[in-house]
Structures are given as structure tokens and as C-alpha cells.
Nanobody, 125 residues
Framework: QVQLVESGGGLVQAGGPLRLSCVAS????????MGWFRQAPGNGREFVSA????????YFADSVKGRLTISRDNAKNTVYLQMNSLKPEDTAIYYC??????????????????WGQGTQVTVSS
């Protein structure tokens, strides 16, 4: 079993940065693919970014490409989502997710069995 805890959310002005963190416990993350998703009120859970267990491959939704960076520190069992040039439409609850994997990354919510509780990101215009 893997427990995930996100942090780093908050209120930021449009154009500003935020860095989200996702700390895992229960299992080492070194063999787990990781993903970030978000959910705005009234919407379904939307893919944001994903990375392989090593961090060597990353993938981003078109809506965030060029503004967000995903990274991981397996020694700290932590995955980060650096968000720059934030827009009001980025406002959502952000979730990290994990799954045991063989070097692939995954973009579907149903691909991940383990989820954090989410952290709120609010971008004001």
C-alpha cells in the first residue's frame, strides 16, 4: 500500500508560480510511475502530467505544456510539480497518483490505484 500526501497549493496571482510536492510513504517510489491530475468544480478529473519511475520520461497535457515541469527525488520519495505562468483556468484541486510500473508513464485516472487527498490551487486574475 502507498500513501500519498500533496502539499504546496494555495492562492496565487495569474502569472505567478507554485510548486506542488507529493510525498509517499508505505513503499518506496523508485519503482512507481507518478502522475498529477486536477479537478475543477463541475469537471471530471483531468490529466496534467506524468513521469516514469526513473523520471527519464515525462508527459504533459497540451493545456499546461511549456508552463509545468514534473520531477522526482526517489531518495526522498517525493514528486514535484513546478507550475509557472499560472492562469485562472489552472484553478483546481491537484492530485498526485502512483502505480507500480515497468518504465512507462500513464495518463488515465483509471491507470492509477493510489491517490493523495489533493491540494487546492487557486489562481486569481
Amino acid at each position: 500500500q502507498v500513501q500519498l500526501v500533496e502539499s504546496g497549493g494555495g492562492l496565487v496571482q495569474a502569472g505567478g508560480p507554485l510548486r506542488l510536492s507529493c510525498v509517499a510513504s508505505g513503499r518506496t517510489l523508485s519503482s512507481f510511475a507518478m502522475g498529477w491530475f486536477r479537478q475543477a468544480p463541475g469537471n471530471g478529473r483531468e490529466f496534467v502530467s506524468a513521469t516514469t519511475w526513473s523520471g527519464s520520461r515525462t508527459y504533459f497535457a497540451d493545456s499546461v505544456k511549456g508552463r509545468l515541469t514534473i520531477s522526482r527525488d526517489n531518495a526522498k520519495n517525493t514528486v514535484y510539480l513546478q507550475m509557472n505562468s499560472l492562469k485562472p483556468e489552472d484553478t483546481a484541486i491537484y492530485y498526485c497518483a502512483s502505480r507500480n510500473a515497468d518504465g512507462r508513464y500513464f495518463t488515465g485516472p483509471d491507470d492509477y490505484p493510489y491517490w493523495g487527498q489533493g491540494t487546492q490551487v487557486t489562481v486569481s486574475s
